[in-house]
């Protein structure tokens, strides 16, 4: 069973520039959400998808948009970046959203994003 | 969303017990208590999580007060792999992948 993985595992862009992240999930998992943790902070919720759907979504603007395919993986993509984007970008896997309140997530070791 | 408070920093001996403590005194009769613990340079890791009644698992246990206002998590004997961050979270029951971190308690471990 493999676990979650995200690629790349690091980047650099400049402000201004776009930036897809990746996410696969873990095996016979079908909901992936994803977090920013900045530099000293705890994880932040962005949003997450169910059945290639957003189904949830935290303080974030619209130029942070994702994907979920249909073999479950997902995009995170990030439009104009700003510096304050710079952050680890992580990538969570759930068996489903039928578990309410109970199950665990599975992380990946996330995307570092600097942008300058 | 309900909210936790814990120590920002814990220090601790090598095969030592350590509790680690958390407060929320705003906790919902529908919300589940998580912990996650995060290591350096990797992303969170599920540690346990309990409802009413104390847990155990292979990792941890999970001691919560008969009002639910606070619980303790606890190691019952601390190794150098056990130094991370450890978050305490309130999981409400309406939405499976959002997770609301606080700062958590960074967990120093000597030898």
């Known amino acids: 069973e493999t676990g979650v993985t995200q690629s790349p595992t690091h980047l650099i862009k400049t402000r201004g520039q776009q930036v897809t992240l990746r996410c696969s999930s873990q095996?016979?998992?079908?909901?992936v959400s994803w977090y920013q943790q900045a530099l000293g902070q705890g994880p932040q919720f962005i949003f997450q998808?169910?059945?290639?759907?957003?189904?949830g979504r935290g303080n974030f603007p619209p130029r942070f948009s994702g994907l979920q395919f249909p073999n479950y993986s997902s995009e995170l993509n990030v439009n104009a970046l700003e510096l304050d984007d710079s952050a680890l970008y992580l990538c969570?896997?759930?068996?489903?959203?039928?578990?309410?309140?109970?199950?665990?997530?599975?992380f990946g070791e996330g995307s570092r994003l600097t942008v300058l | 969303d309900a909210k936790t408070t814990q120590p920002n920093s814990m220090e601790s001996n090598e095969e030592e017990p350590v509790h680690l403590p958390c407060n929320h005194s705003?906790?919902?009769?529908?919300?589940?208590i998580h912990w996650y613990r995060q290591l350096p340079s990797q992303g969170p890791e599920y540690v346990i999580h309990?409802?009413?009644s104390n847990v155990n698992n292979r990792m941890a246990s999970l001691a919560i007060a008969e009002d639910r206002k606070s619980s303790t998590l606890i190691l019952h004997r601390a190794t150098l792999r056990d130094a991370a961050v450890y978050y305490c979270?309130?999981?409400?029951?309406?939405?499976?992948?959002?997770?609301?971190f606080g700062q958590g308690t960074t967990l120093q471990v000597k030898p």
């Open positions: 969570a896997s759930s068996p489903g959203a039928g578990i309410r309140g109970t199950g665990e997530l599975f």
């Open positions: 095996s016979g998992h079908n909901t």
């Open positions: 998808y169910y059945r290639e759907e957003e189904n």
């Open positions: 705003t906790i919902s009769g529908t919300d589940y």
């Open positions: 309990g409802l009413t």
């Open positions: 979270i309130l999981r409400d029951s309406s939405n499976t992948g959002k997770l609301i």
